[in-house]
């Protein structure tokens, strides 16, 4: 008797163990019934263990998706072997709020859970017991660090200035942009563009100002090409757009439409205004491009072109030129 009384002791130590353990504890039997339904669970849910009890899980919350569900603990009760479920895949399980001061931010808990087969004397798995971690601020954390990551690849790539490709990364797209042509032979133009007598706007009105006419330049390229078109600063006061399956023409067009933009346009900085303009050449790729270096090369040939034939136009690079 006095063995009997020791077990019991010791199976009520456990129970309460059990309900008091910062996880949740959930066991279901095959109607997904509720069994158990331990003190983290009754304080993030707000439902009382009696309240729940002969509950069907699915019915009592409705975030859990019913299909996915029951596919889920099906496996576990004809494999009899744990499932898993991580934040990664789905955020929650059930939708608790959080209350972490650490993460404060997040709109939920997020949470893993792992489905565990109970077996009955004969080996028969009859119920799931479902572990729910509270994982809020590893997955905070982790998004945070992958946030971070992606503003710092963006800043990798970013000129500071004017917010287009730097040098490095704009370089990088022109030699994909080089492979694939060598791949498909699929039309692309290359537009070189620089400020007309930059060094005049710093002598007369200054650095910041100076900065302030790439800063507009930027602008009006963005508002002027295209989404598939490609632009970088390529130093100093000079610009470079990739036109990725555009014909000489059409880069022509394009190149016109840009060079007017800044002709028609006034910079205020500084209590100034001023008015500037650009040149601009084109390379077409085609045979005689060797690399794509060579291609910038053609394309700087056309924009020196402009700049000996009065400045603020166009010119198209020409092999024979």
């Given at each position: 008797m006095a063995l009997e009384q020791h077990q019991i002791d010791k199976l009520y130590s456990l129970m309460e163990i059990l309900r008091n353990i910062d996880v949740g504890l959930v066991v279901i039997d095959k109607e997904l019934k509720i069994q158990f339904w331990n003190d983290f669970m009754e304080n993030h849910s707000g439902s009382a263990s009696a309240e729940v009890k002969h509950q069907v899980i699915t019915d009592l919350f409705t975030d859990v998706p019913n299909d996915w569900f029951r596919k889920k603990v099906d496996s576990v009760f004809l494999l009899q072997n744990k499932a898993f479920m991580i934040w990664e895949q789905r955020p929650y399980l059930f939708r608790f709020d959080n209350y972490r001061p650490v993460t404060g931010g997040a709109e939920f808990m997020y949470q893993n859970v792992t489905f565990i087969p109970l077996f009955a004397a004969d080996g028969e798995v009859t119920h799931i017991c479902m572990i729910v971690y509270d994982v809020t601020d590893t997955a905070v954390h982790k998004q945070g660090l992958q946030k971070a990551n992606q503003e710092l690849a963006v800043l990798s790539q970013t000129d500071g200035l004017t917010k287009l490709y730097n040098r490095a990364h704009w370089e990088d797209c022109l030699e994909r942009e080089y492979k694939r042509w060598q791949r498909v032979k699929q039309r692309a133009c290359l537009l070189m563009l620089d400020i007309d007598h930059f060094k005049s706007i710093n002598d007369?009105?200054?650095?910041?100002?100076?900065?302030?006419?790439?800063?507009?330049?930027?602008?009006?390229?963005?508002?002027?090409?295209?989404?598939?078109?490609?632009?970088?600063?390529?130093?100093?006061e000079e610009f470079a757009i990739i036109l990725g399956d555009t014909s000489l023409q059409d880069a022509a067009l394009l190149a016109e439409r840009l060079r007017k933009a800044v002709e028609g346009s006034v910079v205020s900085s500084d209590g100034q205004s001023l008015k500037y303009t650009i040149s601009l050449g084109i390379a077409a790729l085609d045979v005689g491009v060797q690399s794509s270096q060579e291609w910038i090369a053609c394309a700087d040939k056309a924009l020196y072109s402009s700049k000996e034939n009065g400045r603020n136009r166009v010119s198209l690079y020409s092999p024979q030129s």
């Open positions: 007369n009105y200054g650095h910041p100002v100076g900065d302030d006419v790439i800063r507009h330049l930027a602008q009006l390229i963005q508002h002027n090409a295209r989404e598939i078109d490609v632009s970088g600063r390529y130093g100093g």
